[in-house]
């Protein structure tokens, strides 16, 4: 059974390349003034290394997801990090989901309802994997707001996030090593599954090797597909999310909840 001790013990022990980062990363405001407790809304700009990779929410086989832990004043919370769409890729034989080059990550801040003014001072610690064809190696920064100021790409990020599909549901059924989906889509909906690229979510439920093609069921607004289970799935799962993404880049969520 592959596991990521391998590969997590392999970053660790890469001397030739530890002491070099392999990736940057900055956090970046849509303004630096907050008005009666809306929501702050920001993105924390990954740059990663020509030849690198760093890791999607579900990292595959081969690779770990980001890391954030956010020290906030008091009545200040903070949302999920959110992942744009990601890449393929293969570290060694083991495949996983990732990104390369220049990476937006959204994650919204809330103040407490009463907050005013400028906006206090946040600090955040990042920490990543990332990987090439021969090596690991792990990698972390200090974030701090308020800093750089970028409306317009903060706005950007936040357009690309995939998008939920009102009324859409996803079936499972799981017999022996396969994974039978089922997406049924609203009749009006003009998304066509069947020319989508598919990434698992969810982690360990989906082989993440597994390319699978959605074929609509003949008289109906529903597309069936069958996919490898994943070596460490056991039993049911509670909940299964998929993405999927068009040839033209717009992608959408669906969920079995």
């Known amino acids: 059974m592959k596991t990521l001790v391998s590969i997590v013990t392999a970053a660790l022990i890469t001397n030739a390349t530890a002491d070099e980062s392999m990736a940057k990363a900055v956090w970046i405001s849509e303004a630096t003034e907050i008005t009666q407790g809306d929501p702050v809304r920001t993105i924390i700009r990954m740059t990663v290394k020509e030849g690198w990779h760093t890791y999607w929410v579900n990292p595959g086989e ?33 495949p996983g989901f990732g990104y390369e080059g220049e990476i937006d990550f959204p994650i919204t801040l809330t103040p407490p309802s009463e907050a005013s003014g400028a906006l206090p001072p946040l600090n955040a610690s990042l920490s990543w994997l990332t990987c090439n064809d021969d090596s690991c190696v792990p990698g972390d920064a200090e974030l701090v707001l308020p800093g750089r100021v970028d409306a317009e790409a903060v706005s950007a990020a936040y357009e690309k996030l995939p998008q939920s599909i009102e009324g859409a549901k996803l079936g499972t059924n799981f017999e022996g090593k396969i994974a039978f989906l089922s997406v049924t889509l609203p009749e009006d909906s003009e998304i066509d599954p069947a020319e989508c690229e598919f990434f698992p979510i969810t982690p360990n439920i989906i082989d993440p090797a597994a390319k699978p093609i959605f074929l609509k069921q003949r008289g109906s607004s529903v597309w069936l597909a069958a996919a490898e289970k994943s070596e460490y799935l056991s039993g049911s799962p509670e909940k299964l999310e998929l993405l999927l993404v068009s040839l033209d880049g717009n992608s959408w969520v669906v969920s079995t909840e």
């Open 62 to 94: 081969g690779g770990m997801e980001l890391s954030l832990k956010a020290e906030l004043p008091e009545g200040w919370t903070i949302g999920e990090l959110q992942y744009p769409v990601p890449k393929r890729f293969m570290t060694g034989e083991l």
